[in-house]
């Protein structure tokens, strides 16, 4: 009798201790796709402590006593497996609220450099970047899911934050002009105007001059040059008005500049139409800086991004013009010529054309070219040593306007080859 009794204790021991360990099996499994979807050991510690707990304890040495042993524990694996479930649970809302707070984190300081006047090249990025992310949190299932949405608001939150703390040092500096302005100009609300207009001028120029060389950095401070001018409108005769949108003019005019002089090539030449002026710089420094006469408005100075093609000394100019055309010229000689076009246009002195004809609307005078540029001895003299075959030679409106009008401008193509008939001296 009592041997049939120990087999039955042990067979319930056995039986006990099965059923034991499927549960600590399902609870492994469970623990282990909760690993999976993202859940880190931090979060899961609990139950992996509660399992441990268990796991280590000393077997009781009756047989007797193993049945309960092993029902308890069954029954502790199967409530730790419901206690993962509720942690789990808890553990996604809150990755989700913080998820959720993250985004419109990022959303509100984005919103906040939108409405500090930061480029749209840099808001439209990081807009849609953003658009993305949220559109991840709407289906994200696992903590897994919210890791590289919570990555992405922070890297657009902090991107933001840095646009705005740019903006918001830019706006500094600007009042702070503005304030000196006012003071000196309050009673002149037409210098006012006329200073920014200046620094609007010029600092299209000089963007037109990046956008022809394709120089895309100066889009930026470009962008709120642009916002100035609207202020400026905007701006009646109130003289603060007017202030505040003569220093951001002034600012940002400054910006383009500096920006344009350090993404040039390491040599290049720029000419202005409006100007009539012609300046040379090399390693972002300005070398010459001299007025020229270009070419008559019947065979205008070609528009666009060129660069040197070749360069003779002496070079006897022929007219490609018939005699018994007005624009015909008799052989002429010059010192130097550096060519820029293959259609005729080159930079040469023009021993014909006192210096003080050069500079400002003698586009228009009797000692207007035929399409090339005038350039003053000393200084052609200069350009032709230090030009080298492929250095730039950018030709621009110069007039003022915005970017757009004077790339509309252009009569070149983009291997910088003329569309315009042909050109001479």
């Known amino acids: 009798m009592l041997a049939v009794v120990a087999v039955q204790l042990?067979?319930?021991?056995?039986?006990?201790?099965?059923?034991?360990?499927?549960?600590?099996?399902?609870?492994?499994?469970?623990?282990?796709?909760?690993?999976?979807?993202?859940?880190?050991?931090?979060?899961?510690?609990?139950?992996?402590a509660g399992e441990d707990r268990y796991t280590n304890s000393t077997d009781p040495i009756w047989v007797s006593d193993q049945p309960g042993y092993y029902q308890q524990r069954a029954d502790a694996m199967n409530q730790l497996r419901v206690q993962l479930g509720q942690l789990e649970s808890a553990v996604l809302a809150d990755?989700?609220?913080?998820?959720?707070?993250?985004?419109?984190k990022a959303a509100d300081e984005l919103g906040q450099a939108t409405a500090n006047g930061a480029d749209p090249a840099d808001l439209d990025s990081l807009h849609a970047e953003l658009s993305a992310a949220e559109f991840a949190e709407s289906s994200a299932r696992e903590p897994r899911?919210?890791?590289?949405?919570?990555?992405?608001?922070?890297?657009?939150?902090?991107?933001?934050?840095?646009?705005?703390?740019?903006?918001?040092?830019?706006?500094?500096?600007?009042?702070?002009?503005?304030?000196?302005?006012?003071?000196?100009?309050?009673?002149?609300?037409?210098?006012?105007?006329?200073?920014?207009?200046?620094?609007?001028?010029?600092?299209?120029?000089?963007?037109?001059?990046?956008?022809?060389?394709?120089?895309?950095?100066?889009?930026?401070?470009?962008?709120?040059?642009?916002?100035?001018?609207?202020?400026?409108?905007?701006?009646?005769?109130?003289?603060a008005k007017l202030a505040v949108a003569a220093a951001g003019a002034q600012h940002y005019?400054?910006?383009?500049?500096?920006?344009?002089?350090?993404?040039?090539?390491?040599?290049?030449?720029?000419?202005?139409?409006?100007?009539?002026?012609?300046?040379?710089?090399?390693?972002?420094?300005?070398?010459?800086?001299?007025?020229?006469?270009?070419?008559?408005?019947?065979?205008?100075?070609?528009?666009?991004?060129?660069?040197?093609?070749?360069?003779?000394?002496?070079?006897?100019?022929?007219?490609?013009?018939?005699?018994?055309?007005?624009?015909?010229?008799?052989?002429?000689?010059?010192?130097?010529?550096?060519?820029?076009?293959?259609?005729?246009?080159?930079?040469?002195?023009?021993?014909?054309?006192?210096?003080?004809a050069l500079g400002p609307n003698s586009q228009y005078g009797g000692y207007a070219s035929h399409g090339c540029v005038h350039v003053p001895y000393t200084v052609e003299k200069f350009l032709y040593n230090w030009t080298e075959i492929g250095t730039p030679v950018v030709v621009i409106p110069g007039d003022g306007s915005t970017v757009a009008n004077q790339v509309a401008q252009i009569s070149v193509d983009a291997n910088g080859e003329p569309t315009t008939g042909p050109k001479g001296v």
Do not use: C
């Open 10 to 48: 042990e067979v319930g021991a056995t039986d006990a201790s099965k059923v034991y360990q499927l549960a600590k099996d399902r609870l492994d499994a469970a623990l282990s796709q909760a690993a999976n979807a993202g859940y880190s050991d931090q979060q899961l510690q609990p139950v992996i």
């Open 95 to 104: 990755e989700k609220q913080s998820v959720t707070t993250d985004l419109q």
């Open 145 to 239: 899911d919210y890791a590289p949405i919570a990555d992405k608001a922070g890297d657009v939150f902090n991107r933001a934050q840095q646009l705005v703390g740019a903006q918001a040092a830019d706006l500094a500096s600007i009042q702070s002009s503005a304030t000196t302005l006012q003071a000196q100009l309050a009673s002149d609300p037409a210098k006012l105007k006329q200073a920014a207009q200046k620094a609007i001028a010029t600092g299209r120029n000089d963007a037109s001059v990046a956008a022809y060389l394709k120089l895309t950095a100066v889009s930026r401070p470009y962008h709120q040059l642009e916002r100035y001018q609207s202020l400026l409108t905007a701006a009646g005769t109130d003289p």
């Open 253 to 356: 005019q400054q910006a383009i500049h500096d920006t344009l002089l350090a993404n040039l090539p390491k040599k290049a030449i720029v000419i202005s139409w409006q100007a009539e002026e012609l300046w040379a710089y090399e390693n972002g420094k300005q070398v010459q800086d001299t007025l020229v006469t270009t070419g008559r408005p019947q065979l205008p100075t070609d528009i666009g991004a060129m660069k040197v093609l070749s360069k003779n000394s002496p070079w006897t100019m022929r007219s490609p013009w018939p005699r018994s055309s007005p624009w015909y010229y008799p052989p002429t000689t010059v010192q130097m010529a550096i060519w820029f076009t293959d259609t005729g246009e080159s930079m040469h002195d023009a021993y014909w054309e006192p210096d003080w």
